[in-house]
């Protein structure tokens, strides 16, 4: 059976031999991430020689750390109970120690106010700002726990005046350009400029990288429509979302960010501890289970697994699993053709693309055949949730892997040709090669008539075999 939500697995260093990245990609992997806070470029250059190794299918996604505040790497570790006072300093050099505690933002008290929460390492240590002393900030914790080295430091409600890029994720960006890889996913998304930001580099480049917003806090979320206006797609990044946002509303908001993005035509991924046992353990909790489920009934394009992969000890099990969820949660979803056409760049592809999804409940279809020079036409199919799949072939093969994101397409890189005819020959005898169709199947054919990138121009219904008679 066929799988139409995508798998996103990170990979690190320490395990990503030709064997293993092929077991994922057997499972059911469709796109690799690297998480670039904990890779220097060597390691990331060895996990995207290794993945190119072993298919050219599989996108690789490069996530960037993005605008963050981290407590300092020097000093000493805080153990800290329930009612102690700290002092918390901005200066990344600064050594912590007994009482005093440093964070990368210089500006920190220039910015936080008293009455507010800094929450560190994901939320594991709570403390309460009761005063702000000009040089520090003075704060009481508000529950025990040690704080250590470079752990995330979050304070809901506050914005942060932060850059939008760091030297090091500039650096990442001209890596992921040199090596010709196919997203790049920027943490803490909080407008379009964020956005803006990365293209601009891209645009010096000419590179076809797209980029993948992560929205993470109530900023980015307030300002999606105009985050979606310039972004490919975007990421539910839930775990710093879930601190700088009530756990409660997250539920709610994933479920916008969905809908916003279906209705824009662009891919979403649903991403953090959606396995986490499996971390650890061989099987998943019920809740995780119901997790993935939710998120694919709720019609998000991928589901990502994070330390599952990267370091856990059940990494194929748990592709495996998530797998055999979509399956499962896939059989029961219904098309949905009659998503509001916004946000579209082509309404000739959208209405098409509409309509073919309708054909196909009322005719007894087994395939949706289209090619694409830019991926749009597939995109624009991938958002109506049709329940036929829909084998897009690429004139590019970048195009191809980017199109690993997105629901139900499944992409193959073929040969610029100039004429209808042509495309439909070669794509119907690659699909009867590959046992996807038979002759006397019906497919239905998205195509252009006016040359490669001037966008879908006609539909047409067939069996296979009068294709082939026609075309040959």
Known sequence: MLKKTKIVATISDKKCDVDFIRELFDAGMNVVRLNTAHQNFEQAKLVVDTVRAVSDRIAILVDTKGPEIRTSAYGQEIEVNTGDIVRVYGNPNGHSNSGELYVSYPNITKEVPKGTYLLIDDGEIELRVVANEGEYLECQAT????IKFKKSVNIPNVSINLPSLTEKDRQFIEFAIENNLDFIAHSFVRTKQDVIDIKNIIKKHNSPIKII?????QQGVDNIDEILDHTYGIMV?????????PAEKIPTIQRYLINKCVESKKPVIIATQMLHT????????RAEINDVASAIYNRADAVMLSGETAYGQYPVDAVKTMTRVAQEVECMLDADPDIPLTRIHNEVTATLARNAVRACGSLPIKAIVVDTMSGRTGRY???FRGKVPVYAM?????VMRQLALSFGIMANYM???ESRDSFLSDAISTLIDNNKVKEDDMVLVVGGSFGPGNGASFMEISEVKNLMVKHY
């Open 237 to 245: 990044a839930r775990g710093d979302l879930g601190i700088e946002i």
């Open 415 to 417: 040969e610029l040709i």
């Open 278 to 285: 499996m971390i650890e353990h061989p099987r998943p909790t």
């Open 394 to 398: 690429c004139y590019n093969p970048t």
């Open 143 to 146: 529950n025990a726990g040690v």
């Open 381 to 383: 199919l991938s958002a």
């Open 213 to 217: 917003a992560k929205i993470e806090n």
